[in-house]
C-alpha cells in the first residue's frame, strides 16, 4: 500500500464541517473563514519515546494529538475549526493506523473540528505533528501578556494526575484514573472562550504550572505569589502520592492541559468544571510562593526539550 | 539552552506582514485573512535520510522545507501568507539552526510569507514539517479534477534536473546546475496564481511527472496523451545524461516542483518561465505515451514513500 491510499483509507472521512470546500485529496485544502473573525494557528508535535512512550496505545496517541493543539487553541480563547496532520512512522502498520485514526477523529468530533488535509512519510521514528486553526472574534484573543497586578490566578481542573500517571506506567504500576489524564486529556476549549472579557492573560499548562505561569508573567511584565496550599490535588493523586509528591506533580509535572489565567473581577460560570484561585499577580518580577501564608523558597523551569544536550 | 530559547533566538524575526496581530511567542498566533478570501492549507513533512540526504546543507533543507510547500500552494492558484514550523531534532546544534532559519527566511521572504508560530522538539532524527497557510478569491482555486478532454496538459520549466541532481549528489558527482533545482526548487507561485480563468486542472510535480498527472486524469476522470518527445529537458541535463536516462528523470524522478495543468484555450503570459505543452487529455482512462507519433508502453506508480513495507 502506498502513502496514498494510506490515507485515504484511514483519514479521509466526510466533512462535517459545511465552510470545508475542498478536503483531503487535492494539492491544499480550501475552506472559508467566517467573516470579521481573526484566525487562530496551532501547532505541535509528538515524538514517540520523548512525548508519549513506546508501544503507547495508538488511539491514545491520535487523541492526544488533537488534544494538546485544542488546549493551546482554548488558552487563546478561540474555537477550533480545521486540522492538518503530518504523520512519519517507520512502517506502514494498517492495525496501529486504524486506532490512531480513530483516536484523532474521536477528538476532533468532540470539538467539531475537520481534518482537511495531511502528509504521511516514512521516518525512524514515529512523529506525530497537527495543525490546528481556529477563530476569534476581532481583537478579543486573549494572550499571556495582559496580566495586570492585583488580578487573581486561577487554574482549571487539578494539576499533576497526567504526569503521575504517566511516572505510575513508566514504572510498571498504572493507575488507571491518572493515567486516564495523560492518555485522553480535556482540553478545556469551552470555558477558554467563555473567558473573553473576563480574564486579563491566559496559557495552557503543558509544561507545568510553574514553568507555565512563568511565561505568562514573564510576557506581562508582571510577578506572583502563589499560594502552594491552594494547588488543586485530585482525589486519586492523593490517594497514591504523599503530599510532598503531589505538590511536585502538580507544580513542575507537566501535561495537564488545564488553563492558568488572571482575571480581575468575576468569573464566568464554568459549570461541573472546577476553577481554583491559587494566587495573586504582583509588581515584583519573579514568584513569591508561600506555604501556611509564609513565603517558602522554590525554583524550577518546567521541562525543557534540550535540557541535556549541553547546546 | 531550551527550546523556548532556541525558537526566539533562530526564528523569531519582526513580522513583516501587516496582517500578522500575534507572532510567535503566545500559546497560537493570531492573524486577520482578508475579507472575501478562501483558505488554502498545505503541509509537508521532510525526514533526514528520507526526503533529504544526511548531512545535507541546512540553509538548503530550511528553504526546501517551504518551497515545496509553496509549491502545493502554487498549484491551488492561491497567494502564500502564513506558515507555521515543527522542527525535530536529535540535539540543539546551534550553527544548523542558524543555517536553517537562514534558509527558511530567505524562501519566506521571496514570497511574502510570515513565519507566525512554531513548536521545536528533540527526536532521534531529524524531521522537518512546515505547514503554510494561503488566499484565494472566492471558488476559484485550481484543483486537480476539472481536466476535460481535448485539453492540452502543460508543464512549467523542464523535468528531470531535480532528481538527476540528487542522484549525482549520492554517486559522489555533483553537477551544480542540477543539484541546485534540487536543493532550491522554485515554486511557481506566481504562474500559478494567473492560471486562474485558464487552466482547468492544476497539480505540483512533487513524485514525479507520470504519478502526479496520473493522480490529476484520476481526480477528473480522464486520460491522456502524452508526448514523450514534447517533455522540456534542460541543457544541462541533456549534456550529462543519455536520452533515455533524461526522459526517465523527467517522468518518474520527482522533486521537480513545476506545475502540470490543463487548459483548454491560451494560457496568460509565463514571461520568462517556459511553459511546455506535453500531450492531450481523453476520454480514454488512461496514460498513452508516444514516440514519433506512435504508441509506446509504459508504465509507472511514481514514488511512493511505504512501497516496501508490505503492508
Keep these: ?49 520523548v512525548h508519549f512512550p513506546q508501544h503507547f496505545n495508538p488511539a491514545d496517541v491520535g487523541y492526544r494529538a488533537v488534544a494538546v ?16 496532520l503530518a504523520l512519519s512512522m517507520p512502517v506502514a502498520d494498517a492495525e496501529w493506523l486504524a486506532l490512531f485514526a480513530e483516536g484523532l477523529h474521536t477528538a476532533a468530533a468532540e470539538f467539531d473540528v475537520a481534518l482537511i ?16 486553526s481556529g477563530e476569534v472574534r476581532h481583537g478579543t484573543a486573549l494572550l499571556r501578556s495582559g496580566a495586570k497586578a492585583g488580578d487573581t490566578i ?18 510498571g504500576r498504572p493507575v488507571k484514573e491518572l493515567l486516564s489524564r495523560y492518555a ?13 472579557g473576563h480574564a486579563s492573560a491566559a496559557i495552557d499548562i ?25 494547588l ?7 490517594e497514591h502520592f504523599d503530599a510532598a509528591d ?15 489565567f488572571t482575571a480581575p473581577g468575576r468569573l464566568p460560570d464554568p459549570g461541573i468544571l472546577t476553577v481554583t484561585a491559587i494566587g495573586k499577580v504582583t509588581e515584583a518580577r519573579d514568584i513569591v510562593c508561600t506555604e501556611n501564608g509564609r513565603p517558602v523558597p522554590f525554583s524550577d523551569s518546567g521541562y525543557a526539550h534540550f535540557k541535556s544536550a549541553g547546546a
Excluded at 502528509?119 to 490546528?132: G, I, Y
Excluded at 485522553?184 to 473573553?196: C, D, E, F, K, T
Excluded at 514553568?211 to 496550599?229: H, I, M, N, P, Y
Excluded at 490535588?233 to 492523593?238: E, F, N, V, Y
Aim: include cysteine; hydrophobic fraction near 40%.
Design 69 to 84: 493543539n485544542l488546549s493551546d487553541i482554548a488558552a487563546m480563547g478561540a474555537t477550533p475549526r480545521w486540522m492538518t
Design 184 to 196: 485522553r486529556p480535556s482540553a478545556r476549549v469551552n470555558y477558554g472562550r467563555s473567558l473573553i
Design 154 to 171: 486561577y487554574v482549571t481542573g487539578t494539576l499533576g494526575d497526567s504526569a503521575a500517571g504517566l511516572q505510575g506506567l513508566e514504572a
Design 246 to 260: 503531589c505538590r511536585s506533580f502538580a507544580l513542575t509535572g507537566g501535561d495537564d492541559y488545564e488553563l492558568c
Design 117 to 132: 488535509g495531511g502528509d504521511t512519510t516514512r521516518a525512524p521514528v514515529t512523529v506525530v505533528t497537527v495543525q490546528v
Design 206 to 230: 503543558s509544561d507545568g504550572l510553574y514553568g507555565d505561569l512563568s511565561k505568562l508573567l514573564a510576557a506581562s511584565g508582571v510577578g506572583a505569589e502563589l499560594d502552594l496550599d491552594a
Design 1 to 49: 500500500m502506498d502513502e496514498f491510499e494510506l490515507i485515504r483509507r484511514y483519514f479521509d472521512r466526510a466533512n462535517t464541517r459545511a465552510d470545508v470546500v475542498v478536503g483531503i485529496g487535492d494539492d491544499g485544502a480550501v475552506v472559508v473563514p467566517t467573516p470579521a473573525m481573526q484566525q487562530v494557528s496551532v501547532i505541535d508535535t509528538m515524538v514517540e519515546g
Design 232 to 238: 488543586p490535588i485530585s482525589r486519586s493523586l492523593a
